[in-house]
């Protein structure tokens, strides 16, 4: 069952001679619970196809679809409710709220929609990640794998339609990079969870069910 759809998406930034083209006319499909690596080197453009899909960002020309909802349909007001109710993101760099512990931080995309928190659900989505011992902890008490766990679990708590990782790992130790991996993989295997994942490692990328390669704004193989 497909769950995303990517249909001629260019992104072009600037005119005349500063003119850059980050996406070219950029098409491809996914099916729910596949787990996608899209791969490329620096300014290859992968970080802005990664952004159009999740409606952070609007595109020059072309169309993203997230469970057959066209999400360039929407206004401003409706694609931000429809990011955070259908999209989990993850940065590289956390981007936790500095204030909120552990346990708020993964609430937050909830308690946003005013919408009612399952205690056993969330109890049990901590211990997966590891957390429990540390659930009342703000961001800068923990280790960096402790604070991209918890941004995954902030993404995983309102079951979306597809999680978005721009670099998960890029900021982390090789121990703290296999256990945030690993936690992918299992969420992936365990909970059918639909994955997209930015880097430009390419034995990272080996534990996708499917590799797109970008270059230049373009798809230039699928492995």
Do not use: W
Request: hydrophobic letters at 35%; charged letters at 25%.
């Amino acid at each position: 069952m497909e769950i995303l759809k990517v249909e001629n998406l260019c992104k072009i930034y600037g005119k005349g001679d500063t003119k850059v083209t980050a996406l070219n006319n950029v098409s491809f499909k996914v099916d729910k619970g596949e787990f996608v690596a899209i791969v490329g080197a620096s300014g290859s453009g992968k970080s802005t196809l990664l952004h159009l899909i999740g409606g952070v960002d609007r595109p020059t020309s072309g169309k993203v679809f997230i469970d057959g909802k066209d999400i360039y349909s929407f206004n401003d007001d409706k694609l931000a409710i429809f990011r955070r109710r259908q999209v989990g993101l993850i940065y590289q760099f956390y981007n936790l709220i500095p204030i909120l512990n552990v346990e708020e931080n993964i609430t937050l995309p909830l308690n946003l929609d005013n919408r009612d928190i399952n205690l056993e659900k969330l109890n049990e989505l901590i211990s997966i990640l590891g957390l429990s011992s540390r659930k009342n902890h703000l961001p800068n008490e923990l280790s960096g794998g402790q604070q991209q766990r918890t941004s995954i679990g902030r993404a995983m708590i309102t079951n979306p339609a597809i999680i978005l990782a721009d670099e998960p790992t890029g900021n982390l130790d090789s121990k703290s990079s296999d256990e945030i991996v690993e936690l992918l993989k299992k969420s992936n295997r365990d909970y059918k969870q639909t994955i997209i994942m930015i880097t430009h490692n390419m034995e990272i990328a080996q534990c996708a069910n499917r590799i797109i390669k970008i270059e230049d704004g373009k798809i230039v193989e699928e492995v």
